[in-house]
């Protein structure tokens, strides 16, 4: 009985595995990308722009770019106060 209850619980969870889709995107390689998909589409960051469904692949790249961007510019914050430490750390010395 209870060991029926363990199998059923497997089984719905490895389909919902299955289910949490992969991307649907094809790699280089012409096999099938092994990435998750992205929430709302059946393809990866890095195929989301074969994705017909997206809005158009040139606003991905400028979301991409945005995002990309502002990680440049909080890498950027990082050396400029880094810079500003080390000055500080080399006047005292
Ligand atoms: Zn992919």
Redesign the pocket.
């Known amino acids: 009985m209870s060991k029926r209850i363990w199998r059923r619980v497997l089984g719905s969870r490895r389909s919902e595995e299955v289910y949490v889709a992969r ?1 649907s ?1 094809t790699t280089k390689k012409g096999t099938q ?1 092994r ?1 998750k998909a992205m929430e709302g589409s059946d ?2 960051a ?2 989301i722009t074969e994705d017909p469904r997206a809005p158009s692949g040139s606003e991905a790249i400028e979301e991409l770019e945005s995002r990309l961007t502002e990680k440049m510019k909080t890498i950027l914050g990082f050396g400029i106060a880094a810079g500003i430490v080390l000055s500080a750390l080399i006047k005292k010395s």
């Open positions: 991307c995107g990308c990435l393809y990866c890095i195929h």
